[in-house]
């Protein structure tokens, strides 16, 4: 079982960035999600997907990240647009499925 997360990077306030992160077919129908852990601060959940397609958010992201996924891809997404310097964090993924499984994290660091 694999999840591998890609896409981060340095961005300016007010930017975007697209996560990505491969997961293993033999847990992609589980519930997922991005958790978030900014520097001092405890790990958070920032948005899931569960396996019918509904979706949620953190407050603090509502109307600037939205997450999906390409089954055919076994892929999920988190696109993150009018990005804050408060977004700067480590971004995990992670299935629930049966057992609870994380990626190794990217890092999204916004700052002018």
């Known amino acids: 079982v694999q999840l591998q997360a890609c896409g981060g990077g340095l961005v300016q306030p007010g930017g975007s960035l697209r996560l990505s992160c491969a997961i293993s077919r033999s847990i992609f129908s589980g519930n997922m999600g991005w958790y978030r852990q900014a520097p001092g601060k405890q790990r958070e959940l920032v948005a899931s997907?569960?396996?019918?397609?509904?979706?949620t958010y953190v407050d603090s992201v509502k109307g600037r990240f939205t997450i999906s996924r390409d089954i055919g891809k076994s892929t999920m997404f988190l696109q993150m647009n009018s990005l804050e310097p408060e977004d700067t964090a480590v971004y995990y993924c992670?299935?629930?499925?049966?057992?609870?499984?994380w990626g190794q994290g990217t890092l999204v660091t916004v700052s002018s």
């Open positions: 992670n299935v629930w499925y049966g057992a609870i499984y």
């Open positions: 997907i569960t396996s019918g397609g509904r979706t």
